[in-house]
């Protein structure tokens, strides 16, 4: 039986949870027990980590890695999404005792997470799930990590995980967001606005390719400079770095060698499924979302671009040089706001619904920094809820309203021309319909419930009295 010397314990060894272990052990002055399906790659942890290796305890078995844990017991769970986590938990429920805490630190559909944690409840066995971002770097250096479960479990985690996230203004960015399945929502909204984030860049550049007809090295200067402005952010910060990169084998920009098939794991089609069965219309997240699925059908679109023609060959109506891409950049941080203000309504409309309390504005101030989508304009909307006003939707908070007014004609100007031109943008375009749907004060629903009430006496409410009326429509 192995001696109990570790504070906590990792299990997977993959790019996530090898190196969040690594953090621990650095950052934390933790001593982590180690353990992976693939043993061999929880043994080379420490042989490829010299100097933290006496911190670092892997295991061959799973029975030897909880042993080596001091109670009550920590284990942090970091595998696939899915079934994978399911079978972790099978196997260590034996060999765990009332008290100890199980966190699934992966990405995890929170619906699963909810399940669990009822599972576990007769158990004893304390359950976390708890959303880390920041991708290999993040887990190493630093993440923004987003807790749910019990508060108390919290109070006894926060020593863990304050010393290994990432810091923003000195403040760690960790925080509990609500019990059961409040860490990994957020984590999955994070990730629904992170697609939709990535997408609005990728349509920019497309506009820059396909519409002025710029190299990726010339549009690198570009993000770099952008990455100074209000659209300051990881995102573009990487944007401009993958831009400027040449492939050494052929000497051309890395990314034109790269095919263009995105992947995707699942979360943010788990936003965008979460968002629908609350009535929200995360509508950037949807098109993005939907274009990853369209960017993964090459063959297809190769055979539509032989039938009806690639993008349009005549001229833009896009400005070229400053006149255009200022013009870009605006649309961009426009449509931006957008995609944030249906992420945020959507964290909003869960918490109400499943009465989480969700710190809305805590939670922009834990992406602030470690996490993919940080940025600068996670400050202001940080500072929207903290005004202590309702917010009933960023699109309607003080501090964003002249920015959307001032950019509305920008991204206006961006979604026509690129239609004009067959250039697709369907986040961006998804962005100005969503505004000028949520900003039109008579809609056109009315219609849809008369044909309602013609077909399926489903029966309707009218703007000069109150009630619900069926009308006697003629028959068709
Ligand atoms: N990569 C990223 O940027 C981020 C990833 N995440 C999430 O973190 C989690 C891990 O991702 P990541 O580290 O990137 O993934 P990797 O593919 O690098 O590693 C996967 C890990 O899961 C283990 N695993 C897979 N299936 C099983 C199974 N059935 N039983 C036991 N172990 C299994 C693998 O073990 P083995 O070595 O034996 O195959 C490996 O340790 C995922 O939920 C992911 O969505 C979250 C934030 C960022
Ligand atoms: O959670 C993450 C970042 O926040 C992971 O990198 C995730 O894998 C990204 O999602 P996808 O693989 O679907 O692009």
Same mark, same amino acid.
């Given at each position: 039986?192995?001696?109990?010397?570790?504070?906590?314990?990792?299990?997977?060894?993959?790019?996530?949870?090898?190196?969040?272990?690594?953090?621990?052990?650095?950052?934390?002055?933790?001593?982590?027990?180690?353990?992976?399906?693939?043993?061999?790659?929880?043994?080379?942890?420490?042989?490829?980590?010299?100097?933290?290796?006496?911190?670092?305890?892997?295991?061959?078995?799973?029975?030897?890695?909880?042993?080596?844990?001091?109670?009550?017991?920590?284990?942090?769970?970091?595998?696939?999404?899915?079934?994978?986590?399911?079978?972790?938990?099978?196997?260590?429920?034996?060999?765990?005792?009332?008290?100890?805490?199980?966190?699934?630190?992966?990405?995890?559909?929170?619906?699963?997470?909810?399940?669990?944690?009822?599972?576990?409840?007769?158990?004893?066995?304390?359950?976390?799930?708890?959303?880390?971002?920041?991708?290999?770097?993040?887990?190493?250096?630093?993440?923004?990590?987003?807790?749910?479960?019990?508060?108390?479990?919290?109070?006894?985690?926060?020593?863990?995980?304050?010393?290994?996230?990432?810091?923003?203004?000195?403040?760690?960015?960790?925080?509990?967001?609500?019990?059961?399945?409040?860490?990994?929502?957020?984590?999955?909204?994070?990730?629904? #606005?992170?697609?939709?984030?990535?997408?609005?860049?990728?349509? #920019?550049?497309?506009?820059?390719?396909?519409?002025?007809?710029?190299?990726?090295?010339?549009?690198?200067?570009?993000?770099?400079?952008?990455?100074?402005?209000?659209?300051?952010?990881?995102?573009?910060?990487?944007?401009?770095?993958?831009?400027?990169?040449?492939?050494?084998?052929?000497?051309?920009?890395?990314?034109?060698?790269?095919?263009?098939?995105?992947?995707?794991?699942?979360?943010?089609?788990?936003?965008? @499924?979460?968002?629908?069965?609350?009535? #929200?219309?995360?509508?950037?997240?949807?098109?993005?979302?939907?274009?990853? $699925?369209?960017?993964?059908?090459?063959?297809?679109?190769?055979?539509?671009?032989? #039938?009806? $023609?690639?993008?349009?060959?005549?001229?833009?109506?896009?400005?070229?040089?400053?006149?255009?891409?200022?013009?870009?950049?605006?649309?961009?941080?426009?449509?931006?706001? @957008?995609?944030?203000?249906? $992420?945020?309504?959507?964290?909003?409309?869960?918490?109400?619904?499943?009465?989480?309390?969700?710190?809305?504005?805590? @939670?922009?101030?834990?992406?602030?920094?470690?996490? @993919?989508?940080?940025?600068?304009?996670?400050?202001?909307?940080?500072?929207?809820?903290?005004?202590?006003?309702?917010?009933?939707?960023?699109?309607?908070?003080?501090?964003?309203?002249?920015?959307?007014?001032?950019?509305?004609?920008?991204?206006?100007?961006?979604?026509?021309?690129?239609?004009?031109? $067959?250039?697709?943008?369907?986040?961006?375009?998804?962005?100005?319909?969503?505004?000028?749907?949520?900003?039109?004060?008579?809609?056109?629903?009315?219609?849809?419930?008369?044909?309602?009430?013609?077909?399926?006496?489903?029966?309707?409410?009218?703007?000069?009295?109150?009630?619900?009326?069926?009308?006697?429509?003629?028959?068709?």
């Amino acid at each position: 039986m192995s001696e109990a010397v570790a504070d906590l314990g990792v299990l997977g060894m993959g790019t996530m949870g090898a190196n969040l272990a690594l953090n621990f052990a650095d950052q934390g002055g933790f001593t982590v027990a180690l353990f992976n399906r693939t043993v061999e790659k929880a043994r080379r942890v420490p042989a490829d980590n010299p100097e933290l290796a006496s911190r670092l305890a892997p295991a061959d078995t799973l029975q030897a890695f909880v042993a080596s844990l001091k109670a009550p017991r920590v284990v942090v769970v970091m595998v696939n999404a899915g079934a994978p986590v399911d079978e972790q938990i099978e196997h260590l429920v034996p060999l765990l005792s009332p008290g100890d805490i199980l966190i699934d630190a992966g990405n995890a559909d929170f619906n699963d997470t909810v399940r669990r944690d009822a599972a576990l409840k007769d158990s004893g066995i304390l359950f976390v799930g708890m959303g880390v971002s920041g991708g290999e770097l993040g887990a190493r250096h630093g993440p923004s990590i987003m807790v749910g479960g019990d508060e108390a479990v919290w109070q006894r985690l926060k020593p863990l995980l304050e010393p290994i996230a990432a810091k923003y203004e000195g403040s760690p960015c960790v925080a509990w967001l609500g019990p059961d399945g409040a860490g990994h929502f957020v984590k999955t909204i994070h990730n629904g #606005i992170e697609y939709a984030d990535m997408q609005m860049i990728a349509e #920019i550049y497309g506009i820059m390719r396909d519409a002025l007809t710029m190299t990726a090295a010339e549009m690198a200067p570009v993000f770099s400079r952008w990455n100074e402005g209000g659209l300051s952010s990881y995102l573009i910060e990487i944007a401009a770095v993958t831009l400027k990169e040449v492939d050494p084998e052929t000497n051309q920009a890395m990314v034109d060698v790269i095919l263009d098939e995105a992947g995707q794991k699942g979360t943010g089609r788990w936003a965008v @499924i979460e968002a629908q069965k609350l009535g #929200i219309g995360a509508t950037t997240l949807e098109a993005a979302v939907s274009a990853r $699925g369209v960017s993964s059908r090459r063959n297809e679109r190769l055979a539509a671009a032989r #039938i009806y $023609g690639g993008v349009s060959t005549e001229p833009s109506g896009f400005a070229a040089g400053e006149v255009g891409l200022s013009e870009l950049e605006a649309a961009l941080e426009t449509a931006k706001i @957008i995609a944030y203000a249906q $992420g945020y309504a959507t964290m909003a409309e869960a918490s109400r619904a499943f009465s989480w309390n969700l710190p809305l504005g805590e @939670i922009a101030r834990i992406w602030r920094a470690g996490c @993919i989508i940080r940025s600068v304009f996670l400050d202001d909307i940080t500072k929207a809820y903290e005004t202590g006003e309702t917010v009933v939707n960023l699109l309607q908070a003080p501090s964003f309203t002249s920015r959307v007014a001032a950019g509305e004609g920008a991204l206006r100007g961006v979604v026509a021309k690129a239609a004009l031109a $067959g250039v697709p943008v369907p986040a961006l375009s998804a962005a100005l319909a969503y505004f000028d749907d949520y900003r039109r004060a008579r809609g056109t629903a009315n219609l849809i419930q008369a044909q309602r009430d013609l077909f399926g006496a489903h029966t309707f409410r009218r703007l000069d009295k109150e009630g619900t009326f069926h009308h006697h429509w003629p028959a068709v």
